[in-house]
């Protein structure tokens, strides 16, 4: 990550610092979207496994 980032940085290229920007943005909101279902689907198999 540092290599891309100095890359970027030395190339003064804000086009592409935004792009990845963006990009991990992107990543944590799936992250957290995947995360939120799994949270559901255990919580979901918990209570059917206590009733």
Do not use: C, K, P
């Not at 190339?11 to 995360?35: F, K, P, S």
């Amino acid at each position: 990550m540092l290599e891309v980032y100095d890359r970027v940085i030395s190339n003064r290229n804000h086009q592409t610092l935004v792009m990845l920007t963006i990009l991990l943005v992107g990543l944590y909101i799936v992250l957290e979207a995947l995360e939120w279902v799994r949270s559901g689907i255990m919580h979901d198999a918990a209570h059917a496994f206590i009733w």
